[in-house]
């Protein structure tokens, strides 16, 4: 079912806030005036693709979603995303290329505690050469990718970026945690000094790993 520009970007911009929301508040997001918006609001309601959990609220549906072309997650799906991975495919922050930063995430909710900390001209520097979508790609969440893309298209930047991309993540890591069944398991966070661990293997071997870059991202440190 093809979709009109102005619905495509309605549906976008729900995507993003992925919560219930008045069609007001949908419409200022979507810099649109709110009598067309909440006609397409109602239209879209009907296709399937919006769906109002209470009255004067809506938020976009998991067919909404495909229709964005974000594939529906399962729970075996979700707990894959959410795995520690290992050093060498953990997201490396870095200053500038060849100067990296002694900061790593391991998992989602490892960077959601990271990018609170991490110095604004790192985000920014990452956000801007895609590395942060190239990293969701590798943990294989698509709804992770599509939102980082089109928070670009928004030219946000400064610490309004850094808000933004921390609450997208946070609410994406909830809603797999729920989904698998890991009700926000703060247990599982990285340790302060994950670093010195970061080089031993499941398979109980050590192995040196150089400060790799983010996964895709093509970032090498030559020391």
Do not use: C
Request: hydrophobic share 35%; glycine share 6%.
């Amino acid at each position: 079912m093809s979709l009109s520009p102005i619905k495509l970007e309605i549906l976008q911009s729900m995507l993003l806030l992925d919560k219930p929301m008045k069609a007001m508040d949908i419409a200022k997001d979507a810099h649109k005036e709110f009598q067309p918006v909440m006609m397409h609001l109602l239209g879209l309601q009907r296709m399937g693709y919006v769906s109002s959990p209470e009255k004067g609220l809506y938020v976009i549906t998991a067919a909404g979603k495909k229709a964005l072309g974000i594939p529906e997650i399962t729970k075996e799906k979700a707990t894959s995303i959410l795995a520690y991975a290992p050093h060498d495919k953990s997201f490396h922050f870095y200053a500038t290329v060849g100067k990296p930063l002694s900061m790593h995430a391991h998992n989602l909710r490892d960077f959601v505690g990271k990018i609170e900390k991490a110095d604004i001209i790192s985000v920014e520097f990452h956000f801007k050469r895609g590395d942060f979508e190239n990293w969701f790609k590798g943990l294989g969440d698509e709804e992770l990718v599509k939102k980082t893309a089109l928070l670009k298209q928004r030219n946000v930047s400064g610490e309004a970026l850094r808000k933004q991309l921390h609450d997208i993540v946070e609410q994406r890591y909830r809603e797999l945690a729920q989904l698998t069944g890991q009700v926000f398991p703060e247990d599982q966070a990285a340790p302060e000094n994950e670093h010195v661990h970061a080089h031993t293997h499941e398979d109980g071997q050590t192995h040196e790993h150089p400060h790799t870059h983010p996964h895709g991202g093509h970032m090498h440190n030559h020391s």
